[in-house]
């Protein structure tokens, strides 16, 4: 569908930052994986499940998702009769709300709905608002903020973030619920980039955010729940990825990040690291000619290291120290910490240490020696759909924007990857037509 339009964008550049204005100059593309879970895995999201869990889990259950067989369009007035009764919430009981939500939730998700949407959100919007403050029940509010998150990705709007991101920050500052607190954090990043916020505002979001790690979530009624955390944090990290110049921001969120990979809980620990190793990525730029030509580095094996980027400024002043702490958490071996956790650590962290101490590495990066070319193999983590095509996420940039749109679009991001403008354009070009292993 999208085979020419892949070809004429295709480049290395990152996306800007609002939605459907901006659509045609944005490079980037859309995907998702078969590679494994960056964090472990529930078994929430492969089935379309309605669930308030917005961890992020094994991108094979995404690949399985096509298109629901049914092609008749019973599904349309289904989605009608939703909107209808999230709009009207006369005579409503909690749950029929809930179950209102879950229904519109699931075929948002699993449906690319836009034309259906569009004329209906400037009503849908007010009630979920509603839902949102109202706060009945947990699973109410974490679903009203769900559909929320999906409505404004299906139906970007330059105007919408204006009108909801007071309401949200409220969310997750006020409720008494930690997973309406996590979810309210990632319905605004998503806000933020779908719905139109500036840049200052969007740094504004990322300082809010900032404090809730260096709390420990205590800024905001949360002490020490990893849940929120690992939102903040990962919202953070996704931000992050629209803004052109990060150097300011740096020092003291590294300074954060450093702090969590002290925690007792691995999802925190990971989501600081992966945002750590996003940093010292974003301090290299690409070379220009005023940097004069590339010098012949070699690694500590004696293999040339990529010197197309140039470090811009240092990212971390104890970088030794910050190297050790990675070491040790890419070879924790306490049996205090469970098998899995324990094995989360070693993956995620060997890639991040990589990228500490060579920041032109990205994710899964294999020093292995291919003896084709003689160069070592590089980023490993690639992404397939319906085996016409396929892209290397060679980037933290990049984990972090497919991450960030899975806990969206959970197992329906297949379908959105086929579809929705927005999220074709979040991510990075894809090689159409290779069918390799």
Same mark, same amino acid.
């Not at 992966?274 to 580095?297: H, K």
């Given at each position: 569908?999208?085979?020419?339009?892949?070809?004429?964008?295709?480049?290395?550049?990152?996306?800007?930052?609002?939605? #459907? +204005?901006?659509?045609?100059?944005?490079?980037? !593309?859309?995907?998702?994986?078969?590679?494994?879970?960056?964090?472990?895995?529930?078994?929430? /999201?492969? $089935?379309?499940?309605?669930?308030?869990?917005? +961890?992020?889990?094994?991108?094979? =259950?995404?690949?399985?998702?096509?298109? &629901?067989?049914?092609?008749?369009?019973?599904?349309?007035?289904? *989605?009608?009769?939703?909107?209808? /009764?999230?709009?009207?919430?006369?005579?409503?009981?909690? #749950?029929?709300?809930?179950?209102?939500?879950?229904?519109?939730?699931?075929?948002?998700?699993?449906?690319?709905?836009?034309?259906?949407? #569009?004329? %209906?959100?400037?009503?849908?919007?007010?009630?979920?608002? %509603?839902?949102?403050?109202?706060?009945?029940?947990?699973?109410? !509010?974490?679903?009203?903020?769900?559909?929320?998150? *999906?409505?404004?990705?299906?139906?970007?709007?330059?105007?919408?973030?204006?009108?909801?991101?007071?309401?949200?920050?409220?969310?997750?500052?006020?409720?008494?619920? &930690?997973?309406?607190?996590?979810?309210?954090?990632?319905?605004?990043?998503?806000?933020?980039?779908?719905?139109?916020?500036?840049?200052?505002?969007?740094?504004?979001?990322?300082?809010?955010?900032?404090?809730?790690? @260096?709390?420990?979530?205590?800024?905001?009624?949360?002490? $020490?729940?990893?849940?929120?955390?690992?939102?903040?944090?990962?919202?953070?990290?996704?931000?992050?990825?629209?803004?052109?110049?990060?150097?300011?921001?740096?020092?003291?969120?590294?300074?954060?990040?450093?702090?969590? *990979?002290?925690?007792?809980?691995?999802?925190?620990?990971?989501?600081?690291?992966?945002?750590?190793?996003?940093?010292?990525?974003?301090?290299?730029?690409?070379?220009?000619?005023?940097?004069?030509?590339?010098? =012949?580095?070699?690694?500590?094996?004696?293999?040339?290291? =990529? +010197?197309?980027?140039?470090?811009?400024?240092?990212?971390?002043?104890?970088?030794?120290?910050?190297?050790?702490?990675?070491?040790?958490?890419?070879? @924790?071996?306490?049996?205090?910490?469970?098998? %899995?956790?324990?094995?989360?650590?070693?993956?995620?962290?060997? =890639?991040?240490?990589?990228?500490?101490?060579?920041?032109?590495?990205?994710?899964?990066?294999?020093?292995?020696? $291919? #003896?084709?070319?003689?160069?070592?193999?590089?980023?490993?983590?690639?992404?397939?759909?319906?085996?016409?095509?396929?892209?290397?996420?060679?980037?933290?940039?990049?984990?972090?924007?497919?991450?960030?749109?899975?806990?969206? *679009?959970?197992?329906?991001?297949?379908?959105?990857?086929?579809?929705?403008?927005?999220?074709? $354009?979040?991510?990075?070009?894809?090689?159409?037509?290779?069918?390799?292993?």
């Amino acid at each position: 569908m999208h085979d020419l339009r892949r070809q004429a964008l295709e480049s290395g550049k990152t996306v800007s930052k609002k939605a #459907q +204005s901006r659509l045609s100059s944005r490079t980037n !593309s859309r995907t998702n994986s078969r590679t494994t879970s960056r964090q472990g895995s529930d078994d929430e /999201e492969g $089935d379309l499940s309605d669930s308030t869990n917005w +961890s992020v889990n094994s991108i094979d =259950d995404m690949i399985s998702m096509d298109e &629901p067989e049914n092609v008749n369009e019973a599904w349309k007035q289904d *989605l009608g009769d939703r909107m209808e /009764e999230i709009i009207d919430r006369k005579r409503s009981s909690t #749950q029929g709300r809930e179950a209102t939500l879950a229904s519109y939730v699931h075929i948002l998700m699993s449906r690319y709905t836009l034309e259906d949407i #569009q004329n %209906k959100t400037s009503e849908l919007f007010p009630a979920l608002l %509603k839902s949102i403050k109202a706060e009945s029940s947990e699973k109410e !509010s974490c679903l009203a903020l769900r559909a929320m998150a *999906l409505t404004i990705i299906t139906a970007p709007s330059e105007t919408v973030y204006d009108g909801v991101h007071q309401a949200l920050k409220h969310a997750y500052a006020d409720s008494e619920f &930690p997973s309406v607190k996590a979810v309210a954090i990632h319905t605004l990043g998503a806000a933020a980039i779908y719905g139109g916020a500036s840049d200052s505002e969007t740094e504004e979001i990322m300082d809010s955010l900032l404090e809730i790690i @260096e709390s420990d979530g205590s800024s905001i009624n949360a002490e $020490d729940s990893g849940e929120v955390v690992v939102a903040a944090c990962e919202e953070w990290g996704f931000l992050a990825t629209y803004l052109d110049d990060l150097e300011e921001k740096t020092e003291d969120a590294i300074e954060a990040f450093v702090e969590q *990979l002290q925690s007792s809980d691995t999802s925190v620990q990971v989501a600081s690291g992966e945002n750590i190793a996003l940093l010292y990525e974003r301090s290299f730029t690409p070379r220009e000619t005023d940097d004069g030509p590339a010098s =012949d580095e070699e690694d500590e094996e004696g293999y040339a290291i =990529d +010197s197309s980027q140039v470090k811009r400024y240092e990212a971390y002043r104890q970088k030794n120290q910050l190297q050790h702490t990675l070491s040790q958490l890419a070879t @924790e071996s306490s049996k205090r910490i469970a098998k %899995k956790d324990r094995k989360a650590l070693h993956v995620n962290f060997a =890639d991040i240490l990589n990228t500490v101490e060579h920041p032109s590495r990205g994710p899964r990066y294999q020093k292995a020696i $291919d #003896q084709e070319t003689g160069r070592r193999y590089g980023s490993r983590m690639t992404v397939r759909i319906h085996k016409t095509g396929s892209m290397k996420i060679d980037k933290w940039w990049k984990l972090h924007r497919l991450q960030a749109l899975r806990r969206i *679009l959970g197992g329906g991001f297949v379908v959105h990857y086929e579809n929705n403008e927005v999220v074709f $354009d979040s991510l990075p070009i894809m090689i159409s037509g290779d069918r390799g292993s």
